[in-house]
């Protein structure tokens, strides 16, 4: 995994006010030790503060620190990482059309795996079947991770289960919360959607180009900013805990499952990740009602396969399998833990 | 589908100049019916020239088309085609690097289903697994054609199949042979490869963006001019029927057979495929060696299943699904017909 070779002048300037978080640093010193211009340091200060970092500035004295903003900026989230290489190279926006959208074009350049595009906005958010993903600024968490995995292109469904796995695993360690997975790419507190996966893939016959794995957790969103229509269905990590999360923790919490889940599942395959799926999705011996390519169907829930298709045994006694639809329990059961 | 709105001028000097076969028709006259200077249509007279038309130039007179080169510009193409909708708009290209990128790159630019990429020769043509595909001008077939099937991305293999079935019964119409179709995406005459399938895939967890399939194949290719490593194992149509082939009707048919199976396909589901490509492949209860994923496997083909994966009894009794790899039948088996 590659690292950022110089970080960006932004970052350099945070590190150094970090350095002597109370001390004043002056203007001339930021300048030699960077080698840019005094003008450069003014410029980027007025930057940085635009972005929420409260940095005072003195005439005789300096620069200095007094408080950082939630940004999950590189300069902040880096130190944080413990992943060994998951993240070691984020593409950071404050806004962007979609992670997913802008992690594809770069997986088309090039870009290697464990890249990770993150945003603190989307305007142009996605979920499955083109749906739309609200994505308002600096409250929850919206990324994208590039992946290479040498594998055919048929076993690409068993990394949605694999990042839904992460992604449950990351939400129960943070918050002690029990999440449910609901098939294929939802995680639910309370029968409320909190999290939302979306992989898109670039393939051949016999080989996958790149995965990327799009995830999104509702985090510090409070019910009351959700739209009308999905106030009912979606709720926030904070919303279930009462207390605010930590974006970074959270990021740091996430970059650390998926990094261990996909190793797992490279090294012992899809069985491994099956097994946890089954147990955080509770979906065997369920009734469920599934909409599938225009087709409307009842049954229950009897596994999911090797290939991530989820199958279900109909009224008439007969077994299909789905590779792809939206699931919906019938009410009364639609509530976990 | 859609229809380009405006033939480009070079396709409309050439339709005015068919109309009248033997007439001369005046610079001014086409100058005044398309619309351009008298300077334009000199230059794309030239322009034509260097594509191999030959056009007949007397000052007083005018221009006269004499013998137009063997070309797959839509403007040869079009007038002759059967299809419905598949190869309604052509990208033409005289040079490209792969026909597959080109429609890769239309297809995320949001080109619509039955769009065709054509090239006369390619400079990056691509086989499998990253393979090169030699693609010299002229003589040969490359070609990519987008669709937008409403199907999960676990059923794309099968358009794999498809592909190859649409390719073999266009060789077998055309030329009276009978082609044997090698899993997963080859077409074999006499043993040797004739056409080659490269399938590029843009999809998310539960629907596909679009497909290319790429399909070459050598019509008018002499044996002496593939190069020394796979003049053993590549053969062209010419060389099997021993008489030149005409491009644009063996395109014609190609197209026909494409639009057929794959409306097929949408109608029937895979079993309408898999029964022919069975019959084609007769690779049932033949003995074969499989290289998939590093690893060497031994056995006999039993049959290929509804996702397009290779079922193979190994020596030990046991039977694996065989997602991707490369077929090697034993020497003595492998002459077909």
Sequence with gaps: MTRDPKPPIDEAILQLLRERPSAFLSGE????????????????????????????????????????????????VKPLLRTRWLGRKIHYFHTVDSTNSKA???????????????????????????????????????????????????????LTLMA????????????G????????????????????????????????????????VNL?????????????????LKEEMGEAVSRKAFLRCLLEEVERWYETFLREGGDAILEVWREKAGIQGRRVNITSFGERLIGVAVDVDSDGALILETEDGKRKRILAGDVEYPRKENVDS
């Design 29 to 76: 010193e930021i300048s030699r030790r960077l080698k840019v211009t005094r003008t450069a340091v003014w410029k980027r200060v007025r930057g940085l503060r635009d972005l929420g970092y409260e940095i005072e500035g003195l005439r005789r004295s300096g620069y200095r620190l007094v408080r950082a903003p939630d940004l999950l900026t590189p300069a902040e």
């Design 177 to 216: 919360l029990h999440p449910l997975i609901k098939w294929p790419n939802d995680i639910l507190l309370r029968g409320r959607k909190v999290a939302g996966l979306l992989n898109e893939i670039r393939s051949e016959m016999d080989r996958i180009h790149f995965v990327v794995l799009g995830i999104g």
């Design 104 to 158: 594809y074009e770069l997986g088309l350049q090039g870009a290697e795996e464990g890249e990770v595009v993150l945003a603190e906005s989307q305007t142009g958010g996605r979920g499955r079947l083109g749906r739309q993903w609200f994505s308002p600024p600096l409250v929850n968490l919206y990324l994208s991770i590039i992946l290479r995995p040498m594998i055919p292109p048929q076993k690409a469904s068993l």
């Design 220 to 236: 510090n969103m409070e019910r009351r900013r959700f739209s009308r229509e999905i106030r009912g269905v979606a709720t926030s």
């Design 164 to 175: 839904a796995v992460a992604t449950g695993e990351a939400i129960q360690k943070y918050s």
